[in-house]
């Protein structure tokens, strides 16, 4: 838990230096760099799915193939869907 905070800090500070540098070049550029890195993280998130996906010998759209239940006594846990559903 230690690290997580002191990463969470370091991106706060660093992100709010960058900000604001950004903002002082052009009012528009804080706003499209935190677009464009939303948008990288998105690209590796699909990329680190696709290949976790690939290593467990599952094709790209198996990850629909589980899906969440809750039980009646509220026990939560994971029903294979058939080729029917």
């Known amino acids: 838990m230690g690290i997580n ?6 991106g706060k500070v660093m992100g709010l230096l960058c900000a604001g540098y950004f903002y002082e070049a052009n009012i528009e550029f804080p706003y499209i760099s935190g ?5 990288v993280g998105l690209i590796i998130c699909i990329i680190l799915m696709r290949a976790g996906n690939r290593k ?12 969440p239940v809750v039980t009646v006594d509220g026990n939560a846990g994971t029903v ?6």
């Open 5 to 10: 905070s002191a990463v969470e800090i370091l």
């Open 35 to 39: 677009a464009v890195v939303y948008i």
């Open 56 to 67: 467990a010998g599952r094709k790209d759209t198996d990850c629909r193939e589980f899906s």
């Open 80 to 85: 294979m869907m058939d080729e029917h559903s």
